[in-house]
T-cell receptor
Framework: AQSVTQLDSQVPVFEEAPVELRCNYS??????LFWYVQYPNQGLQLLLK??????LVKGINGFEAEFNKSQTSFHLRKPSVHISDTAEYFCAVTKPLNYGGSQGNLIFGKGTKLSVKP | DAGVIQSPRHEVTEMGQEVTLRCKPI?????LFWYRQTMMRGLELLIYFNNNVPIDDSGMPEDRFSAKMPNASFSTLKIQPSEPRDSAVYFC?????????????????FGAGSRLTVL
């Protein structure tokens, strides 16, 4: 089975500073990895995804993430954050359909609350 | 497309009452998921459907919870009787499993959620 660990429950940062939100996963098979963002009182929105190919993935709002298979990590980064980036960020994992089993199930981490201060 | 539509957005009810949450997925999507979000447990998958058929309901807490998908454009999650510990935000999400370059990828589109408070 797959699992996701988000190492930081809260990350405070000043505006225009860089940020890294950490995510580690556990799986016995290859996986697809995702980052979702949840703004207050809203549903989750896809930021970016890693399916295959280049290990550096660029997403919306200037975010990027790097897949590191040897370290089983998929950390999210942004070089300069804005007040509007204040939200909760979720890392998620699923396994490709060709591995069978319970297909289509996305496993989420506990989330990291990013708080950007002026 | 209007996205995934959930109703009601907010529901306050008393313990013992029946609660029905509704979801309209994105047209053409073949998977539908119900998640529950609480501070203590985070996001938990309750059940998901593929082409209107329940695939995995192992996350449904107990017999008080039931979910149906009578057609491709509508799903319900019912709690009967409701209890205070059921208070949470319930999200519906839908997806279309890609068959092109992103074979097997599962990108979910979430609704805005239904916030349930059971007194």
């Amino acid at each position: 089975a797959q699992s996701v660990t988000q190492l930081d429950s809260q990350v405070p940062v000043f505006e225009e500073a860089p940020v890294e939100l950490r995510c580690n996963y556990s799986s016995s098979v290859s996986v697809y990895l995702f980052w979702y963002v949840q703004y207050p009182n809203q549903g989750l929105q896809l930021l970016l995804k890693y399916l295959s190919g280049s290990t550096l993935v660029k997403g919306i709002n200037g975010f990027e993430a790097e897949f590191n298979k040897s370290q089983t990590s998929f950390h999210l980064r942004k070089p300069s954050v804005h007040i509007s980036d204040t939200a909760e960020y979720f890392c998620a994992v699923t396994k490709p359909l060709n591995y069978g089993g319970s297909q289509g199930n996305l496993i989420f981490g506990k989330g990291t609350k990013l708080s950007v201060k002026p | 497309d209007a996205g995934v539509i959930q109703s009601p957005r907010h529901e306050v009810t008393e313990m013992g009452q029946e609660v029905t949450l509704r979801c309209k997925p994105i047209s053409g999507h073949d998977y539908l998921f119900w998640y529950r979000q609480t501070m203590m447990r985070g996001l938990e998958l309750l059940i998901y459907f593929n082409n209107n058929v329940p695939i995995d309901d192992s996350g449904m807490p107990e017999d008080r919870f039931s979910a149906k998908m009578p057609n491709a454009s509508f799903s319900t999650l019912k709690i009967q009787p409701s209890e205070p510990r059921d208070s949470a935000v319930y999200f519906c999400a839908s997806s279309l499993i890609g068959e092109g370059q992103a074979m097997g990828a599962n990108v979910l589109t979430f609704g805005a959620g239904s916030r349930l408070t059971v007194l």
